[in-house]
């Protein structure tokens, strides 16, 4: 596969540039044909749409199907300045015909972004629709977009486009896909970098194999990392449990710092994060002054879960409490469920006699 290295040159503070800053220079260097028939699998393509000062700006490589990347200024239909990010592609070859976008961003309620796909005909094809959820938090949100007839993909911005960090851009293939008949069925597209799917929430409480499942709250609820600003829930159990299982999701959490979890007033300690592969792009450092080592947030939601103590649950009605972790000031989570087990008629136990 060829590559490109692109320069993506913006001065800051530049919201009134009328011409398109290019983003590829014209002296590209060329693999041999050797190295290109060695990788058999189209490459991925990550664009750094951070804005550089000139002096400062960078190369940054891309696949050869990335043609272009380039910024301009324009005004939306309610006459506020925004800025639009454009990226020209082709795809690599007939067969791949969706493209997998993930934007990563500032998610603020005034810069919300949106994703805009144009033909060769400078027409329209389709608009994603604001992304992220608002909540002031470092996010991502990805779209699918059928390429078929499309040409380049914005990123349209309100205001000076300094929200915008980053883009992934991949094909997708399909493939036959089977699933259980007895299952609940939920349509699950795996994203790169083992990214788990939205946790469904049931509208109603699901009775299976002895295990009940009662949503606490679908919605996104902010929460800080103190008791002022805690995600407060509470529920009803008719009788003790065997086991007991909370679960949601949590925005932008610093990994090293979970959130932490309180039941009925007692602090059964942090969550567990289910994380992905650490090349994905939403891992973001952060050094400190006297600190030697860099902690990482994950600039969007990861799956969380925490086992709480039966011995900490009562017949009646249970409060659970949620933090951000220690270093995570602000937070939200959403989709908070708890799972409660008991004893089914052929539950798998063992009898442990005394010896």
Known sequence: ???RFVA???LIGATSTALAQEAFSNGLPQTTDESASARSVVENAWIDLRQYPKAASRPQSAPSWVEAVNMTSTTGTDGTPRSVFRIRVTPPSPDYQIMFFRIFFDDKPDARPEIVAWDELGSQVLRSGELGS???LPSSDSVM???NGISTLDIEVPGDGKTVRGAYMDWMTSSEV???VNAEHRDVI???FSSLPPLHSPDQDVEHFGTVTATLAGETIPMGPDAQHGATFEFGIESQPLLALLTFEVASPQ?????EVYVNGEDVGPATLTLPE???PGYRGQMESLLKEMHFQYTGWLRAQKLIPVSDLKVGTNGVIIFSGASTSTSAIRGTQVQLKYLWEKSDYLLQADH
């Open 134 to 136: 608002g909540f002031p």
């Open 1 to 3: 596969m060829v590559a």
């Open 190 to 192: 795996p994203e790169p």
């Open 278 to 280: 650490l090349a994905d």
């Open 178 to 180: 089977v699933h259980p």
């Open 8 to 10: 993506f040159f913006c």
């Open 255 to 259: 990994i090293d710092s979970p959130p």
């Open 145 to 147: 977009i059928p390429m």
